[in-house]
């Protein structure tokens, strides 16, 4: 108890010393000196929750389940943490007709979820399990060509679904809009001109 106390008021007396250093800064080597005075604070915060946070690298959004291996979860495989914390959505919601669940928008959620079965399963092989084209076309006994097909259509009817969403509420000036939505818009609409371009010039 004496330690936990003695910890607590380390704390205190560094925090209210940063106060004080805030309150005394002048000059601009007195900010710099508040400022990576927070640097560090913030560095050895987030290190702290490293320890604890469960996260998916880069590499693991990237490749899903490496070489293809679903089940037994490796322990280090975040799904497999995420259970063990007794969050069990990532597991529950494993699969092509559920795994709108695990998206945390809506709006992107809701076309996922209004696909068909067959638009649904070419999506989750490609985009959760990290399938190949010819992979899926095996595992279902169609062309890969097939599978590019389908895979293209539902990712057309995703897209044009949330750019009308993003869009309309622009139009209405709403300010939920983020920056990555806005990207994403223009992205589509310069993708729209150029196949509109394209079949203009045939005509």
């Excluded at 508040?34 to 702290?48: G, P, S, T």
């Excluded at 914390?85 to 699969?95: C, K, S, V």
Aim: hydrophobic share 40%; aromatic share 10%; glycine share 2%.
């Amino acid at each position: 108890m004496g330690q936990i106390n003695r910890k607590q008021l380390a704390r205190n007396a560094r925090a209210e010393a940063l106060i004080r250093m805030e309150e005394a800064a002048r000059t601009v080597e007195d900010f710099q000196a508040v400022i990576e005075e927070w640097d560090r604070r913030d560095a050895n915060r987030e290190r702290r929750q490293r320890l604890y946070e469960v996260q998916r690298t880069e590499d693991m959004l990237e490749l899903g389940y490496t070489g293809g291996q679903v089940y037994p979860i490796p322990y280090f495989h975040p799904s497999w943490r995420e259970t063990i914390n007794g969050e069990f959505d990532a597991m529950i919601y494993d699969n092509a007709n559920e795994m709108w669940q695990i998206v945390e928008d809506w709006d992107i959620a809701k076309p996922i979820k209004t696909l068909t079965e067959k638009q649904k399963d070419v999506l989750f092989l490609t985009a959760v399990r990290h399938c190949t084209p010819q992979q899926i076309a095996c595992y279902q006994d169609k062309t890969d060509r097939a599978v590019r097909k389908l895979l293209a259509a539902a990712l057309a009817y995703a897209r044009d679904h949330l750019a009308f969403t993003i869009r309309e509420r622009i139009d209405a000036e709403m300010p939920d809009m983020t920056w990555m939505k806005r990207t994403f818009l223009a992205w589509y609409e310069e993708q729209q001109k150029i196949v509109l371009d394209k079949s203009t010039s045939k005509e």
